[in-house]
């Protein structure tokens, strides 16, 4: 016999649909890497992404993942923006919203991240505004070494929240000494999902 929600489990919380996002999130990067090692919102020294995954069975290159679905980003407003001048004039405390603003703050913690592989995960719904604004700022590293990737994350009710990349990573250069004390945690740290070989 099926159970029916009740209207308690249908509306969720931002920390419950952030949890979700980072649960789908984690699900395309262990499709798309090799033999991953995933560690969900880890506390290591330099870096503290939503999710890390390290391919090659934890040996690997370092791909980390912000997501960001707060308001300001994710376009959850009582009326819906349509283009930038709306973003500009709406969020949930009525006050005004500098869209740009916001992105350019994570596009800077994206980009100073000691991570190969860097991304940021946003709402399906507002790829179409953010992804112009993130380009405008830049994808790449001022050397050209590296790319940010972008995921949407698409919202789907009571089914599992779909992650998608949209726009593909480059690998960055990171520095020996920061690679060094990350991998000191990850010694230590055990993954909150790890693949079988």
Same mark, same amino acid.
């Given at each position: 016999?099926?159970?029916?929600?009740?209207?308690q !489990?249908?509306?969720? !919380?931002?920390?419950k649909r952030h949890?979700?996002a980072?649960?789908?999130?984690?699900?395309?990067?262990r499709r798309?890497?090799?033999?991953?090692?995933?560690? /969900?919102?880890?506390?290591?020294?330099?870096?503290?992404?939503?999710?890390?995954?390290v391919?090659?069975?934890?040996s690997g290159? /370092?791909?980390?993942?912000?997501?960001? /679905?707060?308001?300001?980003v994710?376009?959850?407003?009582?009326?819906k923006?349509?283009?930038?001048?709306?973003?500009n004039?709406?969020?949930?405390d009525?006050?005004?919203v !500098?869209?740009?603003?916001?992105? *350019?703050?994570f596009h800077?913690?994206?980009?100073? #991240?000691?991570a190969?592989y860097?991304?940021?995960?946003?709402?399906?719904e507002?790829c179409? #505004? /953010?992804?112009p604004i @993130?380009?405008?700022?830049g994808?790449?590293?001022?050397d050209?070494?590296? %790319?940010l990737?972008?995921?949407?994350?698409? !919202?789907?009710?009571?089914d599992r929240?779909?992650a998608?990349?949209?726009?593909?990573?480059e %690998?960055?250069r990171v520095?020996?000494? *920061?690679?060094?004390?990350?991998?000191?945690? @990850?010694? *230590?740290?055990?993954p909150?999902?790890?693949?079988?070989i």
């Amino acid at each position: 016999m099926a159970t029916v929600a009740n209207s308690q !489990d249908t509306s969720l !919380d931002s920390r419950k649909r952030h949890g979700r996002a980072v649960n789908a999130v984690a699900e395309l990067l262990r499709r798309k890497i090799a033999v991953p090692h995933i560690y /969900l919102k880890p506390t290591a020294k330099l870096l503290h992404p939503d999710v890390l995954a390290v391919d090659r069975a934890g040996s690997g290159d /370092l791909h980390a993942v912000e997501i960001k /679905l707060e308001t300001g980003v994710s376009g959850r407003h009582p009326k819906k923006p349509t283009d930038l001048r709306d973003w500009n004039q709406i969020n949930k405390d009525g006050h005004s919203v !500098d869209l740009p603003g916001v992105v *350019k703050k994570f596009h800077d913690q994206l980009r100073s #991240s000691p991570a190969n592989y860097r991304y940021v995960a946003i709402p399906a719904e507002t790829c179409t #505004s /953010l992804v112009p604004i @993130l380009v405008d700022i830049g994808l790449y590293s001022p050397d050209g070494i590296g %790319r940010l990737g972008v995921i949407s994350i698409r !919202d789907k009710g009571e089914d599992r929240p779909e992650a998608e990349i949209v726009l593909a990573r480059e %690998r960055f250069r990171v520095e020996p000494g *920061k690679m060094i004390a990350i991998e000191k945690f @990850l010694e *230590k740290a055990k993954p909150d999902i790890e693949v079988r070989i």
